[in-house]
C-alpha cells in the first residue's frame, strides 16, 4: 500500500525558509525509474509544479523558483526533503508531495497535503 | 499562466456528457502522455487518467481521455453530481524539463 504524508511548519514567517519533509512507504526510491514530485496549491487557485527527484538522485525543478528551491533524497529513511528560501505571502499555499513510479508515468499517489501560511 | 490551456468552468446537466480541453504544444503534449487529474472540494487531486486514455483501478468507464497532436480532451458521460471537481491535465515537457499542469476546469452540474 502505497502512502505519502507531508510534514512541516503550519506558518512560517516572511523572509525564512520553508522545509518540508515527504514522509513515504509502499515503495522505495531505489528502485529504477521512481521519482518523487513536490507541488503546491494556492488557495483557490491552480496546481503549480515545484520540483522532482528521481532514484539516481537527477532533480529537476520549476524554473521560475530554481533559485529558491532545493529537494534531496534519504532512502535509508524513505524520506524527501523540499526546502524553499525567502518565504513570501505569495508562497502561501497547501503543498502535497507524490510518487511517480516511471519515465513519462503520471503522479499516481499523493499526500494529503500540508498547508503552509506566510505571514508575520 | 498554465502552459498547458484549459476552460475555466464547463458545466452540463445530471446524465448528461462533458468534455474539457487541454492544449499544448509540441514540447510537452505533442510528444508525451497526457494525465488527467479529478480534485474534489478539499481534498488531494486524484489520478484519473494516465498515458493519455488509461484509467487506474476503480475509475469508472464514464471517464475517458484521448489525445490527438498537441491537444488532449477528458470526457465525462453520464454526468453524477459526484463529478463536480477541479479537473486538470498533467504532462512532461521536455523543453522545461519540468512538469506541467493545465490552469484546471472547474465541472458544474447543474
Known amino acids: 500500500q502505497v502512502t505519502l504524508r507531508e510534514s512541516g511548519p503550519a506558518l512560517v514567517r516572511p523572509t525564512q525558509t520553508l522545509t518540508l519533509t515527504c514522509i513515504f512507504s509502499?515503495?522505495?526510491?531505489?528502485?529504477?525509474?521512481?521519482?518523487v514530485s513536490w507541488v503546491r496549491q494556492p488557495p483557490g487557485k491552480a496546481l503549480e509544479w515545484l520540483a522532482l527527484?528521481?532514484?539516481?538522485?537527477?532533480?529537476y525543478y520549476n524554473t521560475s523558483l530554481r533559485t529558491r528551491l532545493t529537494i534531496s533524497k534519504d532512502t535509508s529513511k524513505n524520506q524527501v526533503v523540499l526546502t524553499m528560501t525567502n518565504m513570501d505571502p505569495v508562497d502561501t499555499a497547501t503543498y502535497y508531495c507524490?510518487?511517480?513510479?516511471?519515465?513519462?508515468?503520471?503522479?499516481?499517489?499523493w499526500g494529503q497535503g500540508i498547508l503552509v501560511t506566510v505571514s508575520s | 499562466q498554465s502552459v498547458l490551456t484549459q476552460p475555466p468552468s464547463v458545466s452540463a446537466a445530471p446524465g448528461q456528457t462533458v468534455s474539457i480541453s487541454c492544449s499544448g504544444s509540441?514540447?510537452?503534449?505533442?510528444?508525451?502522455?497526457v494525465s488527467w487529474y479529478q480534485q474534489l472540494p478539499g481534498t488531494p487531486p486524484k489520478l484519473l487518467i494516465y498515458?493519455?486514455?488509461a484509467r487506474p483501478s476503480g475509475i469508472p468507464d464514464r471517464f475517458s481521455g484521448s489525445k490527438s497532436g498537441t491537444s488532449a480532451t477528458l470526457v465525462i458521460t453520464g454526468l453524477q453530481t459526484g463529478d463536480e471537481a477541479d479537473y486538470y491535465c498533467g504532462t512532461w515537457d521536455s523543453s522545461l524539463s519540468a512538469v506541467i499542469f493545465g490552469g484546471g476546469t472547474k465541472l458544474a452540474v447543474l
Open positions: 509502499g515503495f522505495s526510491l531505489t528502485t529504477s525509474g521512481m521519482c
Open positions: 498515458d493519455n486514455h
Open positions: 509540441t514540447s510537452n503534449i505533442g510528444n508525451h502522455y
Open positions: 507524490a510518487r511517480i513510479p516511471g519515465p513519462s508515468s503520471p503522479l499516481d499517489y
Open positions: 527527484i528521481d532514484w539516481e538522485d537527477d532533480k
